[in-house]
DNA sequence: GACGACATACCGACCAGTTGGTATGTTTCT
DNA sequence: AGAAACATACCAACTGGTCGGTATGTCGTC
């Protein structure tokens, strides 16, 4: 028998208890024994591994940028020989993976940046560079799909980065209405928005 | 001398005090002792006023439905002529107020019902009715938008909604950046969308 | 004198973090 | 090679303080 369960330490599982317990109840609601009854260890190994609370909330979002890094690394949409279908397949991917519950689909960056951006500013940097370091892998796709079309006006950073705001404020409205459609209406709206400034070819110059 | 503060009672005065404080730290972060220091009263006032913590929740989304709804019943947008001009203004007068602490200029309903749309259904619903009817006063004025350019593909509400989505993300980058810039480029982006939207004569059809 | 609008004092539950310990390696010294 | 010294990973019980909420009292107004 050679079917042997992944050997996760403590630590692992923690975070990956942080991924579902924080984005379903939030940071602050969520309790140390919260976070240790839903990874199946003790407080001891808790605090072995993580100095304090916020400690866990640091690591939870860099491995959260890891662990998603991975997941749109190996996405379908880069296959695409134009930049401009690359950007427009990440949104369409992006609609493609709001299944299920909705806490399952949320960011957890996003999240814990709102109860946090005042009270931590090591949580908040680790939220930011999770946000800010998804945004720049779209940012260079953007920027080759401007240059073909001679698009100026707005930089390729800010049309990254609103991306991340669409998506962000879409899971809001989700969270909201209870559902994943109002999410998905809004990344159509995007979706039509960038095929409007891609198709065209650079009227803005008028 | 008729300068006289406005008599606030003890509710009104943790409502406010709600504002503030939850915007800042979060509606689970906030202790009611925080928002009774805040507000000047003591933890007799509040629960003399509400019932529970998440009493006061609800009634501060509603407070802040009320509120707002008199901020934009009353801003100058709606003088222009032309419907489209109107949401794009609608948009320009939301870029205005992102001014100051981004705590001030930031959604108390966005940031509360992320941390309470699994834990308290009745804040989660405070909080959609406070988004969703704040889109509804923007319909009308898309759909007449959209009425004399003969457009389709979408609808009016889901259009209203993807401001607000824009809006409650712009939020979350401010706060994870730390700057309001980064919402006031997402918000360009939008009045882009707007424009495009607006400004062609119904192209989709072919 | 009754009632609404507070104030003060307090309670049990829960919370982040600590303590002192054990079991299992790993390295070092002889 | 084998023992002593040390490091890592974890555990269960506990602590001081904070939390939401309650019980009871006071004061001004109608």
Redesign the pocket.
Known sequence: MNIELPKQ???TKLLEAAFSVIREQGF?A?????L?AAA?????????????????GVAAADYWSLVTGGLFETAPYHRHADAAQRVIGYVAFRKAILQGEIAQFTCLAGTMVQETYVSSVAIRDACANSITGHAAKLEADIEEAMRNRNLTGFTARSLAMHTQVVLQGAFILAKALGSAAPALDSLDHLTRYLELLFNQESEEKA
Chains 1, 2 share one sequence.
Not at 30 to 34: G, L, M, P, R, Y
Not at 42 to 52: Q, S, V, Y
């Open positions: 330490n403590a630590r602050s969520t309790s140390v024994d919260d240790c199946g260890v003790t407080k001891g190994a808790f605090f072995h591994h993580f100095a304090t609370k916020e400690a866990l």
